[in-house]
């Protein structure tokens, strides 16, 4: 258990209405991640986060934003969902620094009707 | 542009068997990590591998930066080793982490 916590772990929304998933971690570590698993396809990593109020874009950044106001919180926002973005959102951390091993949150289901 | 490819893409064996799995990327990498994706969707980390040889129980990986490659072992398969195996690799030294997935190896081993 590498302490990390996703909520809601499912969520069915309507096209249009703003989303907003969180990670929780319990360790204070400074590297957080946002990534989305689509059929097919490995992850693709959509923002991240070097510490408070820290935060950069990945691979599929468009129509998400984050934010990243306490150590342990990283939060991503759709601000208006669209089907494209139905997909299992995970969050991740690296204890040990940038350049390290990876550890994954359970995943939230998310499906725009 | 970035590659990373896994093969086979889908494997089934038998209980008991070996298997070896391969990922190969297009350029020179900082960080190579292997993750285990069980049937309930929970990603594992498996090994954090950019160059040698680590070995842990029945399972052992591989890296040859030099060739752009790495090769993951599963001995003694047994069926909880089910489910799907990725390859993630970053390829650019930036001080932040942003890995690029393979699009993965289902293993189904059957008793």
């Known amino acids: 258990d590498a302490g990390i916590t996703q909520s809601p772990r499912h969520k069915v929304t309507e096209t249009g209405t703003p989303v907003t998933l969180r990670c929780h971690q319990t360790e204070n570590h400074r590297y957080m991640y946002w990534y989305r698993q689509d059929p097919g396809h490995g992850l693709r990593l959509i923002h991240y986060s070097y510490g408070v109020k820290d935060t950069d874009k990945g691979e599929v950044s468009d129509g998400y934003s984050v934010s990243r106001s306490k150590t342990e919180d990283f939060l991503l926002t759709l601000e208006s969902a669209t089907s494209s973005q139905t997909s299992v959102y995970f969050c991740?951390?690296?204890?040990?620094?940038?350049?390290?091993?990876?550890?994954f949150g359970q995943g939230t289901r998310l499906t725009v009707v | 542009g970035i590659q990373v490819e896994q093969s086979p893409p889908d494997l089934i064996l038998q209980e008991g068997a070996n298997s070896t799995l391969r990922c190969n990327f297009s350029d020179s990498v900082n960080n190579l990590q292997w993750f285990h994706q069980n049937p309930w969707g929970q990603l594992i980390n498996l090994f954090y591998?950019?160059?040698g040889t680590k070995q842990n129980g029945r399972l052992s990986a591989t890296t040859v930066a030099t060739e752009r490659y790495s090769l993951l072992y599963i001995s003694s398969s047994q069926t909880t080793d089910s489910g799907v195996y990725f390859c993630?690799?970053?390829?650019?030294?930036?001080?932040?982490?942003?890995?690029?997935f393979g699009t993965g190896t289902r293993l189904l081993v059957s008793p």
């Open positions: 993630a690799v970053d390829f650019l030294n930036t001080g932040f982490q942003k890995l690029v």
């Open positions: 591998i950019p160059s």
């Open positions: 991740a951390i690296t204890p040990g620094g940038a350049d390290t091993e990876a550890f």
